[in-house]
């Protein structure tokens, strides 16, 4: 008997230390943020930073394959010593990188930042520019699409369940600061695509031996461009 209700003593125990631990771990996860925001915000703020960054990074990949192809072909194209057989090579090069300005939905157009603006600041605003620009270009998705997204955010959403608020505030500063060096690197890339396309238009006013010399001038320039040279040697996972 003895035993017994000294079982019941010890369980009744462990039940409401355990109680009390959630209380605590609860208590914890519902405070707010050093910079005033409740941790609804903080968790929405962390998933927008994180879809930006799904977005961003296809476009950077993109820019940057093609014109790491460009340089590949420009190279593989030295072997050709006819000028009249090199040259429309050249055209062809160049006009499937500015491609790219044309097709709207494969690079995603953010703006340079301001003059005043902070980071923060520059890093949420070009995450409302994707999310307007996805949300009126957005195709229709496939209920398998929309299953995996799904599933996907719901994987992120519970491994913020287990934060603190002030971790996922933490994490939300380093994605920012993570997104800001990305972000500088892709309108980098962005600029000399567009350069490249005014320079190939104006080119076209011109007989074929000055624009060819124009052309390999045009890819010569990318090449020893500071922000060319600075992600060239990035390999894609």
Known sequence: MIVIVIEKAT??????FTQSVR?????????????????EE?????????????????SYDTAKKALITLMN?????KSQRNVFQRYPML????????????QYWTLIDIPRQEKQETVPSYVMRACAIMEKTQKSGEGVKTSAKLAEEAAEKRERLERLDTMTTAQIEHENTQLINDLYRLLKKYLGLRH??????????????????PRYTMLKDMIKGIMHDPDYMEVCHEINN
Not at 29 to 37: C, L, N, Q, R, V
Not at 43 to 58: F, G, P
Request: proline fraction near 3%; charge should be positive; avoid cysteine.
């Open 11 to 16: 369980t009744n125990f462990v039940g409401k």
């Open 23 to 39: 209380r605590i771990v609860q208590d914890v996860k519902d405070e707010g943020a050093p910079s005033g925001m409740s941790r």
């Open 42 to 58: 903080v968790i929405e703020t962390n998933e927008r930073l994180r879809n930006l960054r799904i977005r961003l990074e296809e």
């Open 73 to 77: 072909k420009y190279g593989d194209s």
């Open 91 to 102: 055209k062809l090069m160049i006009k499937d990188v500015i491609r790219l300005e044309t």
């Open 192 to 209: 000399l695509i567009r350069v490249l396309k005014e320079e190939y238009g104006s080119s076209k006013l011109y007989p074929i031996f």
